[in-house]
């Protein structure tokens, strides 16, 4: 009986000091991922960026792929080759498999120098009331994957939304826009809540220890509070005042609420734990290298001919994709429509598939034609339909292929459909009954966030008070019991 005391009191001791320590925390953590849900991180989608560029100058074309990629000094086919334009000049923008960007005229042949600052403005239309700055690195564009693109040029067009355009110096591509209204929201949103400050994003391993440390302390607070509330409520057999909790005022508040909100809250900050990956538990979405040359083939490149056969007057950009030994050409538009050149044949998607994961077998393959658990589009756009490959290899390996184009979109192995459900379920409450029922996903957002921000304010208030309290003197007006 004695040691259960000390256990008690050592758990109101650990989730006091942690409350204190983390409620402020819980507090911002829940306001900012409700904003994060409705304005998410800036960024370039396929449709702006598509919307962007200027028809192909087929006649300008002067240089073959082929040629294109000598120029770049690349004997293998890169992990992407595109035909876009650069201003008026159409270029090859290429990126190897290492993920160097590059950008090679078409017109000349020449690999292109880094954009001059001046020349952005000509390269986006800027009007005359634009303005023009250069940086290495900002609050939007922190994140590693930028990283290949740096300096960039910024073009504020001046319109009423406030959009700014950043011009890769690499490239001369666009690669980021952001308007007013997102920036001011991300201040609020997903800057906080993913402890995303420049200096410390920066620095990404020390950014990623940080994250794990902070959500970790606030795991062993939350769950401190949620025994140490189960165990001090009291249903049935009451306490001397009647009530079945023994604190009042903000501190009944506190405990009846945590008990339900603390639930929300222990489940969200061990998500979020669990989206660092630690100890690299799961697997990435991303197919590497080897698998995506593999499954391409050596694919003989098209010639000028075929792309100019492929290419319709509205086409903006011209994607060469390699299948299985064979090479397609995909033309897209402005407005984001497509057509593939010669049109792909599941067929084909099934000889190439064996190349993914030499040593496995394909055990099946699965047309969706309707999204489901693992291919959804909830907070982005994906293509349907798309073939999932299936192979049996020991970590239950998934491919999944645009069934239109035969273009290899995402892997997922055991470890990443676990990963699906203990962070895209429990953290952004991703179940298919939710996001098929939208109001339903957001009623319930709000509930859950709602609750623990009850939880985290009365938390912040108890600690207040308990700071403020001096040393020796009467306990706070919220707690009955001696153990609190």
């Known amino acids: 009986m004695r040691g259960l005391k000390r256990v008690k009191r050592w758990l109101v001791l650990g ?29 370039l989608t396929e449709a702006e960026r598509l919307a962007g560029l200027r028809p192909l100058a087929l006649d300008r074309l002067g240089v073959e792929p082929a040629r294109a990629l000598a120029a770049a000094g690349l004997s293998a086919r890169p992990r992407s080759l595109d035909l876009e334009m650069r201003g008026d000049e159409p270029v090859y923008r290429i990126v190897t498999a290492e993920g160097r960007p590059l950008a090679v005229s078409a017109v000349s042949g020449e690999v292109l ?20 700055r250069s940086l290495a690195r900002d609050q939007w564009t922190v994140a590693g994957r930028y990283d290949a693109l740096r300096p960039f040029h910024v073009v504020e067009l001046g319109d009423a939304a406030g959009t700014e355009l950043y011009v890769s110096s690499v490239t001369g591509a666009v690669v980021l ?45 939350a769950a401190s509070g949620l025994v140490l509330g189960i165990w001090r409520l009291r249903p049935r057999r009451r306490y001397p005042s009647g009530a079945a909790t023994p604190y009042r005022g903000i501190g009944r508040l506190h405990h009846l609420f945590g008990i339900v ?15 660092m990956n630690p100890n690299r538990w799961f697997s990435g979405p991303a197919p590497d290298p080897q698998m ?44 984001g429509g497509s057509r593939v050149s010669p049109p792909v044949e599941e067929a084909a998607i099934r000889a190439a598939a064996p190349g993914l994961m030499p040593g496995a077998s394909l055990a099946r393959v699965e047309r969706l034609a309707a999204y489901d658990a693992y291919w959804y589009a909830h907070h982005d756009t994906k293509p349907l339909p798309v073939l999932r490959l299936v192979f049996d290899d020991a970590a239950a390996t998934w491919f999944h292929v645009d069934a239109g184009t035969g273009e290899l979109l995402d892997r997922l192995d055991r470890s990443g459909r ?23 996903w957001d009623l319930v957002q709000g509930l ?5 921000l009850v939880v985290a ?19 706070p007006s919220g707690v009955r019991s001696r153990a609190a």
């Open 418 to 440: 676990v990963h699906r459900w203990l962070f895209a379920g429990l953290h952004r409450l991703d179940f298919p009954l939710l996001i098929g029922h939208r109001p339903a």
């Open 15 to 43: 989730h006091r000091w942690l409350g204190i320590g983390t409620g402020l925390f819980f507090a911002v953590w829940l306001l900012s991922g409700l904003v994060l849900l409705y304005v998410p991180f800036p960024g």
């Open 177 to 221: 826009d952001t308007r007013a209204r997102e920036r001011f929201w991300n201040w609020l949103g997903a800057v906080p809540h993913w402890l995303y400050p420049t200096p410390l994003r920066a620095r990404p391993d020390l950014w990623r220890d940080v994250v794990l440390w902070v959500s970790g302390i606030g795991i062993a607070g």
């Open 113 to 132: 120098p880094p954009v001059a600052a001046g020349a952005a403005l000509a390269l986006v239309r800027a009007g005359p009331e634009a303005r023009l």
């Open 292 to 335: 995506r040359a593999a499954y391409a083939g050596a694919a003989p490149l098209p010639g000028l001919a075929g792309i100019r056969e492929a290419a319709r007057p509205d086409t903006v950009a011209l994607r060469l994709l390699g299948l299985g030994g064979g090479s397609h050409l995909l033309a897209l538009d402005a407005s």
């Open 457 to 475: 304010l009365t938390g912040v208030v108890l600690g207040w008070r308990r700071l403020r309290r001096p040393r020796g003197g009467s306990r």
């Open 448 to 452: 859950l966030n709602g609750l623990g």
């Open 261 to 275: 909100g603390g639930l929300g809250i222990l489940t969200f900050v061990v998500s979020g734990w669990l989206s």
